[in-house]
């Protein structure tokens, strides 16, 4: 892979949506132009984001340069998981199923479920009061 060649990977979850593109390089993080580690000042989100790289032995080989739009750290953090082990697999296929034996692949469709008329959310009712 020549340093001007780029593999792309897309990552959703909840409202949250990171693309993904990884070139080989010396292992520089950029999520939205800043640091992964300033990005996700979460010891938490920090690790999860680069558990990609890590199952497949690949830290320091690819810079990743992604841009994440909507949701919170969370749902942000696991995008950018999803992304990235998308266009890992890409660039290796024979890394599949290590990436799929670790979660990595699948896609979490849980989002929030819509708020209903009557009730003061999706399920919970209003308060009653006797008096």
Do not use: H
Not at 18 to 43: C, K, Q, Y
């Amino acid at each position: 892979m020549s340093t001007t060649q780029y593999i792309w990977g897309l990552g959703r979850r909840k409202t949250s949506v990171a693309r993904v593109r990884v070139t080989s390089g010396a292992g520089g993080f950029l999520i939205n132009g800043r640091p992964a580690d300033e990005f996700f000042p979460n010891l938490q989100t920090r690790n999860r984001v680069l558990e990609p790289l890590k199952v497949t032995g690949a830290e320091g080989s690819y810079d990743i340069r992604c841009q994440l739009d909507g949701g919170g750290p969370m749902s942000g953090a696991d995008a950018v998981v999803m992304g990235l082990a998308r266009a890992l697999m890409t660039i290796n296929p024979t890394w599949e199923p290590l990436l799929r034996e670790n979660k990595l692949l699948t896609r979490d469709s849980r989002k929030k479920e819509r708020k209903k008329y009557g009730r003061r959310g999706a399920r919970r009712g209003f308060q009653f009061s006797k008096r």
